[in-house]
């Protein structure tokens, strides 16, 4: 199976429905650790397809298999057997080199701690992940400076982390993820240190962010969090169980 790449570098199949372009296709994916003579099969079989533009949570109980898959959609990890297209890209038949590459260009990071380097700025936090990507100072500063304004920030260019509250250290987190244009946001327990309020302004960002249209995954183990994205995948035992759960039907399997 071929999926249209959001860069148009190939081509869609006529058998495919959707004329929308698929940003993460997992085809029979499995994960298998070994320790010893044990197998522990942490992804069985998974199949999932998102397309551009989507909000989805991926939910499931510890051990679930949704950690693994968070993983592999971010290209930290390969599957042990199936494929994963991300933006129409085979990531199995994909250098290491160009794995750095994809993920500091096509995936936008946000995690449950900031990473944020304490001695520098925000902007100067926000402005990295261009570095890496070989763009020149002034465009660099240009573009952090917009992604601190687009969260929110705009009066914390200069400030370094321990001046900001945790909240605003996640909007860094948020800004750095989205200066690189990446076509999909993956954030992994993003509210899990923050507060009820702080929580409802983190994720108000990400429903702007995907009005905007970026794709975004979520991986959270909070019902009220997931009920604000548009679709929830839930994981059990290295398994999807329901890849297309509402947050209106949530309550009836959670």
């Given at each position: ?12 199949l ?51 298999g ?21 933006d ?11 794995l ?42 240009e ?9 929110g ?31 999909l ?70």
């Amino acid at each position: 199976m071929q999926y249209k790449s959001s860069e148009n570098n190939s081509v869609i199949l006529p058998e495919q429905k959707s004329h929308k372009i698929v940003i993460v296709a997992l085809e029979n994916v499995s994960k298998i650790y070994v320790m010893g003579d044990v197998e522990a099969r942490a992804l069985n079989e998974v199949s999932l397809t998102i397309e551009q533009g989507e909000y989805c949570s991926i939910m499931g109980a510890s051990g679930s298999g949704k950690s693994t898959c968070m993983n592999i959609i971010g290209c930290l990890d390969r599957p042990t057997f199936g494929n994963y297209y991300l933006d129409g890209l085979d990531i199995a038949n994909t250098s290491e080199k160009e794995l750095a590459k994809i993920r500091n260009l096509k995936i936008g990071f946000i995690f449950q701690q900031f990473h944020l380097l304490p001695q520098i700025t925000a902007l100067d936090n926000v402005s990295l992940p261009m570095l890496y990507a070989g763009i020149s100072g002034k465009e660099r500063r240009e573009r952090a400076a917009a992604a601190l304004k687009q969260v929110g920030l705009e009066n914390r260019m200069n400030n370094k982390p321990n001046q900001l509250s945790g909240g605003q250290q996640q909007r860094v987190a948020i800004a750095r993820a989205i200066v690189n244009r990446p076509v999909l946001l993956l954030a992994d327990e993003p509210t899990g240190a923050l507060d009820t309020k702080t929580t409802q302004e983190v994720l108000d960002i990400f429903t702007e962010l995907n009005t905007s249209g970026i794709t975004v995954i979520m991986v959270t183990h909070a019902p009220h969090v997931a009920k604000q994205t548009k679709r929830v995948i839930l994981f059990s035992d290295g398994q999807v169980v329901n890849s297309n759960l509402t947050p209106d039907n949530l309550n009836s399997v959670v």
